[in-house]
């Protein structure tokens, strides 16, 4: 059975559009914590975008030092039938739908087409990448024949030539192939990764002739030929195998081993779908009385859980999850302060994984703090294996006539404090001491140290100062004073004290250890309660904030004045223009009054700040805020706070911006990947937004305040090992809206909820 509130259609009325290919392409990505695969065809298409990417499988290239390599494309299947090849681009399309299924990690499609020749075929793929063995992918494709009789001709291959935007990371190294199976063998080019494919096609219902296989360099091909009669289907499986040599030290040979060790497509199919059950007992939200905020709630939440790394924690997520090339698969703060709740608080498990990986680059944060001239460990703000800065220095503009300064690499430094933000909240959540102690801890105290040194005291003012950063708001560059930057560094040092308490009672020894290598002595101990005393925070009388020192100087502006628009406030205004504006790309302050009240609990803290602050905020910068064109980041954190203030009309709005940002293309920019930072802000969005989770000492309680078309909320919350059911209810809606359920109008253009066709089973 499947249910239009697990499923994701692509529209079908006119056929398949290819003015949509690359944003149906990211939509329809499949990931298992391993690779991510996007959503192109298996027999290609005029401009397609296919990749593959690899958890920590980076290769150098030039400006931005280092990108995940796209991996070798192991969908390809050329079809020749009736005397054509089977394209979409050739013939007539007569019927198309392509659906994912939410539920089983299933990504579907359907196509009836007429040959050049005017024969006519149905075809019905199925793939999945196992979440029950992330080294193992498959795919089916259903050929059945309504009118013609003849030949059929099959060639599947491994293809070595992926490249990323025309730059190809891959040496092909070997080769083989036997009957029904094939492999390759590729290295990358720089970092001399070596990566391990191999496939197995097996046909039936049909007569095939034997599988050979041909081997074209680098492009190990399985060719097969049967003969079909009208009304006959031929079922053809391709499994595939990938392992690299940052997993084992042989991949070559282990993905070949595995390849000849695992059962059938149906088999494979019904562990994956079995593990995909246990994720979703825990982790899914249900909405009832609103199916566009269901779907897209599930949608989000499915790209977030089948990117997580499951058995690796020197990896962690992309800015675009393994879904397309932006950011080149670059880690930012998206991972912990936006994804990383949904995890810590459903599948803490894989939250750990994530922070461990900050913990494995710790090396590469001292590497830059050194660098700098500072003491301790200064998170680089993109990271990739090493924790070595990899944010570009310059980029070409759009047009590539001229290059732009990137000045976040060097001082957007608020990322050391989000790792340490996201450590503790893992720790509060899970009281896993043991990560505390090994980890944890480290990181804290290592980075707070970064920032006793970085803190400039300012002689004629009496007061600690951070001068020339980049706050969350990047429309406002080299900036002194960030409030946030300001306040969260206050935030960190407070905490690493904490931390430094807790660590001399619970183990002695390794505080002994952090202490000498470290070097906390009493003396820095004792700045930092200095710095938290006198460090600058400008704030006036009414609760105002001042984002950074001078911002209230600047031209103020009226976005309204720029409606309609289709592009970002930056753009129109240029990087100095805006730069010289009170504009924002996205929260700043309020993203600040958000993490301090985050997950808190309901008593006085040393953070606590007032409703009237708040509202103060909220109403100077949020009209002042670019909420479609700026940041992805903004509208699940402006949603929450909307929430905080009673606003649900302001809330909604800007929580369907962040839920349909991919499925919807909000922003026009889904093509280049899944916004990754959104995915787990609408999780955040709902729990703490809507639901109004906060923690108590006895436990999370909900303070809901639902939007109106919402008659029930469902979802789980773990705490300290100990699962919480919330089932909220709305009180405002009356008993008849709340049987009727799933019937709100569709607001989501193109992509959108409808049932599949009934002749289409997973199953032979
Ligand atoms: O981390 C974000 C940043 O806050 C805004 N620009 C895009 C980055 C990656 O998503």
């Given amino acids: 059975m499947q249910q239009a509130d697990w499923i994701v259609t692509e529209t079908t009325e006119d056929g398949f559009n290819p003015a949509q290919q690359h944003h149906t392409e990211t939509v329809f990505t499949l990931s298992n914590g391993y690779l991510g695969t996007r959503g192109s065809f298996e027999e290609g298409y005029p401009g397609?975008?296919?990749?593959?990417?690899?958890?920590?499988?980076?290769?150098?290239?030039?400006?931005?030092?280092?990108?995940?390599?796209?991996?070798?494309?192991?969908?390809?299947?050329?079809?020749?039938?009736?005397?054509?090849?089977?394209?979409?681009?050739?013939?007539?399309?007569?019927?198309?739908?392509?659906?994912?299924?939410?539920?089983?990690?299933?990504l579907s499609r359907y196509v009836r087409w007429q040959s050049p020749a005017g024969q006519t075929f149905e075809f019905r793929f199925d793939r999945f990448a196992s979440l029950a063995d992330e080294h193992v992918l498959a795919l089916q494709c259903q050929i059945t024949s309504i009118d013609y009789a003849g030949p059929v001709e099959v060639h599947t291959s491994l293809n070595g030539y992926s490249d990323n935007q025309g730059y190809l990371h891959w040496d092909a190294v070997n080769q083989g192939g036997a009957d029904h199976s094939i492999w390759l063998h590729v290295r990358t080019r720089h970092s001399k990764i070596d990566l391990g494919m191999a496939a197995r096609l097996t046909i039936s219902g049909v007569a095939a002739e034997q599988t050979t296989p041909i081997s074209f360099q680098g492009y190990p091909t399985l060719v097969t030929r049967f003969s079909i009669q009208p009304e006959q289907t031929a079922y053809l499986e391709k499994i595939v195998t990938v392992y690299?040599?940052?997993?084992?030290?042989?991949?070559?040979?282990?993905?070949?081993?595995?390849?000849?060790?695992?059962?059938?497509?149906?088999?494979?199919?019904?562990?994956?779908?079995?593990?995909?059950?246990?994720?979703?007992?825990?982790?899914?939200?249900?909405?009832?009385?609103?199916?566009?905020a269901q779907l897209a709630v599930r949608y989000n939440l499915f790209q977030l859980l089948s990117v997580a790394p499951r058995n690796d924690s020197r990896v962690s997520i992309p800015a675009k999850t393994l879904s397309g090339f932006a950011y080149r698969g670059h880690i930012f703060w998206d991972t912990e302060i936006f994804i990383?709740?949904?995890?810590?608080?459903?599948?803490?498990e894989l939250a750990r994984n994530l922070l461990t990986y900050r913990y494995h680059t710790l090396e590469?944060?001292?590497?830059?703090?050194?660098?700098?001239?500072?003491e301790g460990a200064m998170y680089v703000w993109e990271s990739a294996n090493t924790g070595d800065e990899v944010t570009p220095s310059w980029v070409p503009t759009p047009?590539?006539?001229?290059?732009?300064?990137?000045?976040?690499?060097?001082?957007?430094?608020?990322?050391?404090?989000?790792?340490?933000?996201?450590?503790?909240?893992?720790?509060?959540?899970?009281?896993?001491?043991?990560?505390?102690?090994?980890?944890?801890?480290?990181?804290?105290?290592?980075?707070?140290?970064?920032?006793?040194?970085?803190?400039?005291?300012n002689g004629d003012r009496q007061r600690y100062e951070i001068s020339d950063v980049i706050g969350p708001d990047e429309y406002h560059e080299r900036v002194n004073n960030n409030a946030f930057t300001n306040i969260m560094m206050r935030w960190h040092l407070r905490t690493a004290l904490k931390v430094w308490d807790w660590l001399q009672k619970m183990d002695r020894d390794r505080a002994a250890e952090l202490q000498q290598r470290l070097n906390l002595t009493s003396d820095r101990l004792q700045h930092w309660e200095e710095i938290i005393q006198k460090i600058w925070i400008s704030q006036n009388a009414n609760g105002l904030i001042e984002q950074f020192e001078g911002f209230f100087a600047l031209e103020d502006l009226n976005l309204e004045d720029y409606e309609p628009r289709t592009r970002s406030m930056q753009s129109i205004l240029g990087i100095e223009g805006a730069n010289s504006r009170q504009v924002l790309k996205q929260p700043d302050v309020v993203m600040l009054l958000y993490l301090l009240r985050r997950g808190i609990f309901s008593q006085p803290h040393e953070d606590s700040y007032s409703y009237e602050t708040l509202q103060a905020n909220w109403d100077y910068y949020v009209p002042r805020t670019?909420?479609?064109?700026?940041?992805?980041?903004?509208?699940?954190?402006?949603?929450?706070?909307?929430?905080?203030?009673?606003?649900?009309?302001?809330?909604?709005?800007?929580?369907?911006?962040?839920?349909?940002?991919?499925?919807?293309?909000?922003?026009?920019?889904?093509?280049?990947?899944?916004?990754?930072?959104?995915?787990?802000?609408?999780?955040?969005?709902?729990?703490?937004?809507?639901?109004?989770?906060?923690?108590?000492?006895?436990?999370?309680?909900a303070t809901p305040r639902l939007p109106e078309n919402w008659t029930r909320l469902k979802f789980q919350f773990v705490w300290q090992g100990q699962v919480y059911k919330f089932d909220l209810r709305n009180p405002k809606t009356t008993k008849s809206q709340q049987h009727e359920d799933t019937k709100s109008t569709s607001t989501l253009p193109r992509i959108f909820p409808t049932a599949v066709p009934p002749s289409t089973r997973i199953s032979k």
């Avoid at 990383?340 to 803490?348: A, D, G, S, V």
Wanted: glycine share 8%; proline share 4%; hydrophobic share 45%.
């Fill in 48 to 106: 397609d975008r296919p990749s593959t990417l690899i958890h920590g499988v980076y290769d150098n290239v030039p400006i931005v030092f280092t990108e995940l390599a796209n991996a070798p494309n192991w969908l390809s299947l050329t079809i020749l039938i009736g005397g054509a090849r089977f394209r979409l681009d050739q013939g007539k399309v007569m019927a198309y739908k392509r659906w994912l299924d939410m539920q089983r990690g299933v």
């Fill in 244 to 292: 690299t040599s940052r997993d084992v030290p042989n991949p070559v040979l282990m993905a070949q081993d595995k390849l000849a060790n695992l059962p059938g497509f149906n088999v494979l199919y019904a562990d994956h779908e079995a593990a995909w059950a246990k994720v979703w007992e825990i982790s899914d939200i249900v909405i009832e009385g609103d199916l566009n």
């Fill in 340 to 348: 990383l709740p949904c995890l810590t608080y459903t599948q803490p």
């Fill in 364 to 374: 590469g944060a001292r590497r830059k703090a050194k660098a700098h001239g500072y």
């Fill in 399 to 457: 047009t590539g006539e001229n290059l732009v300064r990137i000045w976040c690499g060097e001082i957007e430094l608020h990322i050391s404090t989000d790792v340490a933000y996201a450590s503790w909240h893992y720790w509060q959540a899970t009281g896993d001491h043991d990560w505390m102690r090994d980890c944890g801890a480290e990181m804290i105290l290592d980075t707070a140290v970064f920032w006793g040194s970085r803190v400039e005291w």
């Fill in 626 to 701: 670019d909420h479609t064109y700026g940041s992805s980041l903004g509208p699940a954190v402006h949603a929450i706070m909307a929430c905080e203030l009673d606003k649900p009309a302001e809330a909604y709005e800007h929580f369907m911006r962040a839920a349909l940002v991919d499925l919807a293309d909000v922003r026009g920019n889904a093509h280049e990947g899944i916004h990754a930072a959104s995915t787990g802000g609408t999780w955040q969005a709902v729990v703490f937004g809507f639901a109004g989770v906060h923690l108590t000492e006895n436990g999370p309680v």
